[in-house]
């Protein structure tokens, strides 16, 4: 058995990051950058009124109150959009709207609450009095006071988070240089699966790892690509196999990997370039294949259902992140305390036990084994907020610290189901 940093230290040599390539910055969610990006611009690139107001000359106003409002005349109104050609002079002000330049020679904003519109005519000769004073600079954005043009915004390798899709726009950015996702093809194996929504014969069983796999892919953040289902045929496989590398980045198989002797996979694999076998000392999904198909890096993953997603999480989830130019690969894991049943029996294998998490009476965080562990149990699993990773050993007792790798954080981190 290899251990699994091992295994996926060897992942990761054949499934390198993909080359850059430039994208509307609206798609760019989720992408990793693949080049600093550069204020080109100032943000704001002027300086507006953070308030409906009134622009003024700070030192007109200072000696305001309620009681004795100063009355300045109006010369002008600017809305959001326009510039006023009004200079203010002494004593003037204009009407100014959120997001409006402010006007040549005004240095504050009054917000409309504290002013009273005087009697005046609309027009030249309207006034507004002014019942508290604003300091200068006061309910004003200054040009560049988010970011300077020349500025450094993020750097390469940082994710594309959702304000920052904001902000490249705003910037006016054309597009931006990302590492695009990968697309991952996924295909199922074996004579016993059924694919269409008919009845089943006795012996058979849904592909149900394929459309699991094909949702994993995608909350991944890769493409996923739907390759089909194939019978348990040496010339069929590496048919399909041969097919999907021509549009895809990364194949992904389930079953027919382990020792049994319909085990096709294997035996096109072994047609195919410097495939490789794994046993990987882990529990479970313990077998595992590495191949490449005409240049595309294959992983070969368990067939039974808990098995393909165990490997999935372990070995294509970081494949898939690393192909995708990702720093952090995997699931976050969080410490959390061991609920009853985390214990074992030495076998030289790291465990990873499905679990749920939910808080206890003292708001601590506990992890309880979901009911079924077994690797053809996918019910159970489906009910799992984690995986609880029990290093070989005698496991950890109820009340110890256990890190769980963390597949539903919102259930997870929210307290869980008990
Ligand atoms: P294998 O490794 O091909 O011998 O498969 C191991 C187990 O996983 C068997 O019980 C298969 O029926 C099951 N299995 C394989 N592929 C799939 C699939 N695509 N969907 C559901 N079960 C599968
Ligand atoms: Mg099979």
New binding site residues.
Partial sequence: MQPLSDVLAQVLQRCVALPPTDVDPRLARRAVLAADVVAARDLPGFASSAMDGFAVRAADVAGATADLPVVLEVVDTVMAGRASTEVIGPRQAIRIMTGAPIPTGADAIVPVEVTRHSDGQRGTDETVAILAPSGPGQHLRGAADDIAAGTTVVDAGTTVTVPLVGVLVALGQPTVSIVPRPRVGVI???D??VAAPRGLDVGQ??????PMLLSAVNEAGAIAVDLG?VRDDVDAVAAALRAGATRCDLILT?????M?E??V?KMVLERMTDPRWFQVAIRPAK?FALASVDGVPLLGL????V??LVSFELLARPAIGHMAGHRDLGRPTITVRAGDGLTRRPDGKTHYVRVTVARDATGDLVATPVAAQGS?QLVATARAHGLAVIPDGDGISAGGPVDVAVLDAVAALAGGRP
């Fill in positions: 199922s194996t074996g016993e699966l069983v849904r592909d149900s790892n394929r289902w389930s079953g027919g990997v382990s049994g319909a085990d996979v077998p368990p067939g039974n259902p098995s393909a053809h």
